[in-house]
DNA sequence: GGGCATTTACTCGGATATGATGTGTCCGAGTCACGGGGG
DNA sequence: CCCCCGTGACTCGGACACATCATATCCGAGTAAATGCCC
């Protein structure tokens, strides 16, 4: 089991996003070079936020990115699905009604109880990421973040987010 | 996230070579014809099950796979880990240290807080998959088999399992 | 007839092709800001 | 001086190559049984 590496870059750039104010925008090309990553292929994970209705886009010379929802009303889970697409990781062939001791189509009023046991195991997985948002992840990583950093963090974001001009 | 297709084929595998006594095997080309499955490809997958130490392998024309450790002892999450690998699903990066607004290596004492998050998340997910074992699987199909389907494949059993010679 | 070496056939194990999916990039559609011209 | 319009530049969005891993297969290493031979 593995996930794509966008995974990561979609979850970050929503929690720069959190930073803006409900006015700002802030463009793909500044996450990517926030991020130091390819501004093609982060633009790419971002049209999937996007399309999955997690950000705002706004075209144009003042465009850029915006969550589409508070912080704390977007969930881990919502993130991930957006970018992996929301199927089940566990794919149920029901290979037990094959093979020579296949019993009658009607004779499998159930689901396999395999597939059961691994949908179980996905269900806490999901649980688990819908009971984190981005707030949460947000307010876990001040207290850790280097007093530096934030004050270079803060000056780049002043000189890279844009008021939102349509909206 | 997608889990390979190989996974449910050993997770049948596995609570067929259940019902095998201490002292018989069950050869890979029998599995294969008792799920209809590519006896080449599911080989390949047995091979993982038996380097992962969850079967014993025993060569020559009476030869055939066999649990090594009671179904009670062997765990969904094992099964899994055998065939997909252990690695986690998520991999951190460690963007925050990329970019114009890095702080020096040093600054950074703890895991990416992102990271942590996912991690807890498949923690929940193995901790579901490891009190699952083959037996429980078993046990929760039992009532649910067609008591027609359970005497062709006992009688399918009985043509098919061989006496392990060496052991 | 019994015992033993050889052959044989059947098993698992690893190395080898192929296809789907993740990865990475580019060009076109859309939109706002800017600058020039007219009123 | 103010308003309007055309131009331009910058944005996101979807279509296009490449790399990597899952998928699928085959051939070689190993072993027990069966066979034939010798005693």
Redesign the pocket.
Known sequence: M??????EWAVHSCTLLAALADDE???????AEFFDL???????H??SL??AGLIT?????????RLRRPPSEITLLEVIEAV??GLPAFRCTEIRRRGPTAAPADGYPLPCGIARAMWRAEAAWRAELRATTIDDLIHASIPEIDPRQAHSTASWMSNNVR?A??D
Do not use: D, F, H, N
């Open positions: 593995r996930l794509g590496r966008g995974v925008v802030l463009p793909a090309s500044g996450l390819p501004p093609a292929y982060l633009a790419k971002l049209q996007s399309a886009a706004l075209r144009g010379p003042t465009g850029g990115y992996e697409g008021p001009v349509g």
